[in-house]
Structures are given as structure tokens and as C-alpha cells.
């Protein structure tokens, strides 16, 4: 993380609870650059964040005496509260399975407060509603914990009716309401091949496929294109989709699709699809 112009990472056991003063102690720290931070409720708990306040780091050195004097102040954390849907089917053992997923919510901070907790599970009522309190100000992502279950993924979240592909913006202390985050459920899988025409497969280059929705809402993981072409895109419900073929390579300046192909997924089963990309074509636009 970083604080008072200096950058921290990793953490150490040993915090605990202050006193009815407010007082704290961390004993055990090795010399060196530290940062110290405070939160409310129970973050490592499995509960979810229940607390309302959180505080920025304040940065410190251990150098061969003990440190004293140090000062956090609490600040009064966002909220942001909503309901949780699943599209796709109306199987009841299906909805009674994602009533009992693992949601978890996430933090982007930026570098400000990077390497202080920034998750928590979401905890999501037996109507779909959930609330999260005590957040610090960035973009909130929520999705599933991890490992993901088959057949579930996330299709957007929306506020106020606007989708937030990039995650929500919350700002410092501000209560959200009214968020929709929509999962959708499937088992069709997407299984095919990108033809090279005009040209080579270029050495080095990292090509991923994705399948939108209308509205381009991403479905399912991107999947990157192996060694001999192919790809494979799973846990898609039933629709039509649009698939795009990009240069994800770490140097890439574009991002836009290279070609694109409309399929028609059904509700189970597998779709072969065969995207060219034409590199003559590319060459001449150039």
C-alpha cells in the first residue's frame, strides 16, 4: 500500500481490538517501514463486513525503540444496497442452489490504500436483497467467490438502470441504492477455431474470444486462443451472441475486435463456430 508518500505490501498477524479508550498495540514488528490501519466489524469473520467505519493507513518506521503517538481516524464508510436475480432458468432446484452461492464484493481503492483488506462477503437475504456497509470510497466489483460453480455467471450490474461494466463508483461516505446484479444460468458451450488467411498467426500475440450478449454484455469467461487455434467458451444460457476475436497482448494499443461472428446458442448442448480473420485485409488497412 501506500501512505505518507512511502509504499507498504504484505501485512502481519497481531492486530487486535482497541480498549474502551480507543488504544491499540501491535507488538513483534521488525525495523523497517510499516503501515497501520483500523476497521469495524468482523472482516475476517466469513461474516462480511458488518461495521460502518474504516480508516486510511498511517504510515510509520520501526527502527530499534518502540513506537507511540500514532493517531487513525475512523471515517464513515459508503453503503451501497440492492437485490440479486438469476436469469435463464425457472428450474427450482437451480434456484434453490444459487440462493446458497458464495457472493463476494471487492474494492478497487487504487494505490491510496492498496494492501488494506478491500473484500468481503456479500451476504444476500433469502429475497435476493443484500446490503454492504462500511466501504471505502473506489470501484465495488461484485461476483462469486471463487471456485466458481458450473452453469453461473455473472451478466451485469446495473444502477439506476445503468450498467457498470467497470464497476460501481462509490464515492467517500455516499449510500447507493436500488443496485440490480444479475446472474444468468446455462450449459451450452461455445467450442471453435480461428482461421489465419492472408498471412501467418503472428508469434507473441495473445488473441482472446469473447461472447456478447446484446448490449454487448460479456457472457461467460474469455477464452484465450490456444497454440492451434481453438477456443472454448462454457456456461452459457440460451441466446444469441456475438463473438469477438481480440489482441489481449500486454503491449497492445487496440483492443478492438478483429472479427466478429453471431451465433445461436441453445438452451443445452454445444455450437461450433469458425471465426477468419483475414491478415491480408489487416495489411491493406494499415
Given at each position: ?5 512511502r ?6 498477524s497481531g492486530g487486535?481490538k482497541?480498549d474502551?479508550?480507543g488504544e491499540?498495540s501491535?507488538r513483534?514488528?521488525?525495523p523497517?517501514d510499516?503501515?497501520?490501519?483500523a476497521?469495524?466489524?468482523?472482516i ?5 463486513n ?5 480508516s486510511?493507513p498511517?504510515?510509520f ?15 464513515r464508510?459508503?453503503?451501497?444496497s ?5 436469469e435463464?432458468?425457472?428450474d427450482?432446484?437451480v434456484?434453490a ?8 464484493a ?11 483488506p478491500?473484500?468481503?462477503q456479500?451476504?444476500?437475504g433469502?429475497d ?9 470510497p ?20 446495473k ?7 467497470e ?11 436500488n443496485v440490480q ?5 446455462g450449459t451450452?458451450?461455445i467450442r471453435g ?12 500475440v ?6 456478447l450478449?446484446p ?5 461467460g469467461e474469455?477464452a ?5 487455434g ?16 481480440a489482441?489481449w ?6 483492443r ?14 454445444e455450437v461450433?463456430?469458425?471465426l477468419?480473420y ?9
Open positions: 500500500m501506500t501512505a505518507g508518500g509504499r507498504f505490501s504484505g501485512n502481519v487486535g482497541t474502551e479508550r491499540f501491535v513483534g514488528l521488525v523497517g510499516w503501515g497501520v490501519w476497521e469495524t466489524g468482523d475476517y469473520g466469513g461474516k462480511g458488518e461495521g460502518t467505519s474504516y486510511d498511517v504510515a518506521e520501526v527502527t530499534d525503540s518502540d513506537v507511540s503517538g500514532l493517531e487513525i481516524k475512523m471515517r464508510g459508503a453503503e451501497v440492492g437485490v440479486m436475480t438469476l435463464g432458468t425457472s427450482p432446484a434456484l442452489r444459487f440462493k446458497e452461492l458464495k457472493f463476494g471487492w474494492v478497487n481503492t487504487g494505490d491510496a490504500s492498496a494492501g488494506v478491500n473484500y468481503t456479500l451476504q444476500v433469502a435476493g436483497s443484500f446490503k454492504l456497509t462500511g466501504l471505502r473506489g470501484r465495488l466489483m461484485l461476483d462469486l467467490e471463487w471456485p466458481r460453480p458450473k452453469g453461473f455467471s455473472l451478466l451485469y450490474v444502477r439506476e438502470g445503468v450498467e457498470q461494466r464497476g460501481l463508483e462509490v464515492r467517500a461516505g455516499e449510500r447507493v441504492k446484479v444479475t446472474y444468468s444460468y451450452a458451450v477455431e480461428v482461421q489465419f488467411r492472408g498471412g501467418s498467426r503472428p508469434a507473441g495473445t488473441y482472446v474470444i469473447q461472447a450478449r448490449g454487448g454484455l460479456v457472457s474469455p484465450l486462443l490456444d497454440s492451434l481453438r477456443f472454448q467458451i462454457e456456461n452459457l444460457s440460451a441466446g444469441e451472441y456475438e463473438l469477438t476475436l489482441d497482448s500486454p503491449n497492445a494499443t487496440n478492438s475486435p478483429l472479427v466478429k461472428l453471431t451465433v445461436s446458442v441453445p438452451a443445452e448442448g461450433k463456430a469458425t477468419v483475414d491478415m491480408g485485409a489487416k495489411k491493406e488497412g494499415q
